[in-house]
């Protein structure tokens, strides 16, 4: 023990704890009905009780919804150790666990990472990480980061750029930066200007679709607008034809 706890030797302490919900049923009823129970209307009263049994249902839910969530993200991650894919769906956790077995774990991804590449598969058609998986199967990611930036990325990022390899244009065309930035089109310019690096290195290009690949993409003729801009001799001053690599990673 040490020396300036010593003068409380002997002495008992009692350590509350509860939920956040318990808490502020404590706070309620300590200011309503614990300082004036005498007072209370019945008609309060009763509402009263019945906040109480709510507040208690809300408790075990809450409670109920974070233990499924927990066995979950357990069953997951087996499945993923299985390599039972087809049973996993797409969530930030279950491809951090995927590309972990997959790439090797790299301690410099962040949270805010994995929820950004969930988002993005999803966003692609992704249903499941069976699609994920034989989407990419085929492609070595050091060669395509090594042929891209001459060096070996961190693991989203190789990620990406594998996933753009084998899903070709239908990967830029669907990818909400290219939906998001079409009086810009930077983007598609820098997937783009990336696969015909990787055509170069002798990489091939698929056109991997998953099974829920949206209906809405960009069109092929604002695509063929874009090509024409981008072999164009470029204007005096110059534009960011956006080679400048994810800030997302």
Not at 58 to 85: M, Y
Not at 195 to 209: A, E, Q, W
Not at 220 to 247: C, H, I, M, Y
Request: charged share 30%; with cysteine.
């Amino acid at each position: 023990m040490l020396p300036e706890y010593k003068r409380f030797s002997g002495l008992v302490a009692e350590i509350q704890v509860r939920t956040i919900l318990q808490h502020a049923w404590a706070e309620i009823e300590h200011d309503i009905q614990y300082k004036a129970i005498s007072a209370l209307p019945t008609r309060v009263r009763r509402r009263f009780a019945s906040l109480a049994g709510l507040i208690e249902i809300a408790d075990r839910e809450f409670q109920a919804i974070d233990d499924e969530n927990q066995a979950l993200v357990r069953e997951a991650r087996k499945n993923v150790d299985l390599g039972q894919l087809a049973e996993v769906e797409i969530t930030p956790d279950s491809v951090r666990a995927y590309l972990d077995k997959k790439y090797l774990p790299d301690g410099r991804m962040s949270d805010f990472s994995y929820q950004y590449a969930a988002r993005m598969l999803r966003d692609l058609g992704f249903t499941n990480l069976a699609e994920v998986d034989e989407c990419i199967e085929k492609y070595d990611d050091d060669a395509v980061s090594r042929t891209l930036y001459g060096s070996r990325l961190g693991q989203l990022s190789r990620f990406e750029e594998v996933l753009l390899a084998s899903m070709g244009e239908g990967y830029l065309k669907a990818h909400r930066w290219t939906l998001g930035s079409l009086s810009n089109p930077w983007y598609p310019k820098h997937c783009l200007i990336k696969l015909k690096k990787l055509r170069d290195g002798n990489i091939p290009i698929g056109s991997y679709k998953p099974s829920g690949y949206p209906e809405t993409v960009l069109p092929d003729d604002a695509l063929e607008k874009v090509k024409r801009e981008l072999d164009s001799p470029p204007t005096e001053g110059g534009q960011d034809d956006g080679t400048s690599q994810s800030a997302a990673q």
